[in-house]
C-alpha cells in the first residue's frame, strides 16, 4: 500500500513538472540565421501546434512561421512562431506576424553576429516534429548574457505557497470534521461491541440456568 502511495504521488509530481516545464517561459541567447515559412503536416503532435491564428487549423497541413538560431557553442535551434490569442498558455500572444519581420530584420552572420535573446515556451521533439514557440526578441551586447527568470520564480513561489494553504485547509478540515465523526464511529463499534458481549454473557447464564433445571426435573 505504501508503494501505491508513492508511485501515485511520484506521477502526480512527474504530470505537474512535466506541465509547468512545458508551459514556463525560458530564454535563449542566440544569433538568428533565417526566418521562413514552411507548409507542415501538423499530426499526432498538433496538441503542441497553435491554432488561433485566422484560417489556422490543430492538424492538416498549414503554413508555419518558423525562426531559425545558432548559439555561441555552434549549435542550432529552431522555433515556431505561432500567435497562442486566448487559448493556452495564456500569454495572449497576437503578435506573431510582427515578431516574423522582427527576426528577419535582426537576422546576423557569423562575421558579424547580433546576439538576440530568444523567450519561448514549449519543447523541441523530432519524432513528433514539434517546436518551442517564440514570444519575444530583444538585442542583448553579447552571448554569455544572462536573464534571471523573475516570472518562473514568482510563480513556483505562488505554486509552492498555494500548496501549503490548501495542506493547512486539509490538515484542519481533517482534524475538525472528518477525526471527530471517526470517533464517533469507533465509539459506536466499541458500545455495539460491549452491547454485544454483555448479550452473549447474558445467553450463556440463561443456558446454564436452563441445563441446571433441567437435571433437577428430569435427571442427567
Known amino acids: 500500500m505504501v508503494y501505491v502511495k508513492w508511485i501515485f504521488w511520484g506521477l502526480v509530481v512527474l504530470l505537474l513538472g512535466g506541465f509547468l516545464h512545458y508551459t514556463l ?3 535563449d541567447t542566440l544569433r538568428i540565421v533565417e526566418t521562413e515559412v514552411r507548409r507542415v503536416e501538423v499530426g499526432e503532435g ?39 490569442g486566448w487559448g493556452w498558455p495564456p500569454y495572449m500572444k497576437f ?6 519581420a522582427r ?18 515556451y514549449g519543447w523541441r521533439n523530432q519524432l513528433l516534429s514539434v ?12 552571448p554569455d548574457h544572462r536573464v534571471i527568470p ?10 509552492a505557497a498555494l500548496v501549503l494553504v490548501i495542506r493547512a485547509f486539509l490538515k484542519r478540515f481533517w482534524t475538525n470534521r472528518v477525526d471527530p465523526v471517526v ?4 465509539s459506536a463499534f466499541d458500545a455495539a461491541d460491549d452491547h454485544m458481549d454483555a448479550a452473549g454473557r447474558r445467553f450463556r447464564g440463561r443456558r ?3 441445563r441446571e433445571w433441567w437435571v433437577e426435573t428430569f435427571g442427567g
Do not use: C, M, Y
Open 183 to 186: 470517533e464517533d464511529v469507533a
Open 46 to 84: 498538433s496538441l503542441f501546434w497553435g491554432s488561433s491564428e485566422p484560417g489556422a487549423v490543430t492538424a492538416g497541413n498549414r503554413d508555419v512561421k518558423f525562426i531559425s538560431g545558432v548559439r555561441d557553442s555552434g549549435r542550432t535551434k529552431v522555433f515556431r512562431n505561432e500567435d497562442t
Open 131 to 142: 517546436f518551442p514557440n517564440v514570444l519575444s526578441l530583444k538585442e542583448v551586447p553579447g
Open 150 to 159: 523573475v516570472f518562473n520564480i514568482l510563480v513556483l513561489t505562488g505554486l
Open 103 to 120: 527576426a528577419a530584420d535582426l537576422t546576423s552572420t557569423q562575421d558579424a553576429p547580433r546576439w538576440i535573446l530568444v523567450k519561448s
Open 208 to 210: 446454564e440456568k436452563f
Open 25 to 27: 517561459p525560458r530564454h
Open 95 to 100: 503578435n506573431s506576424a510582427d515578431l516574423q
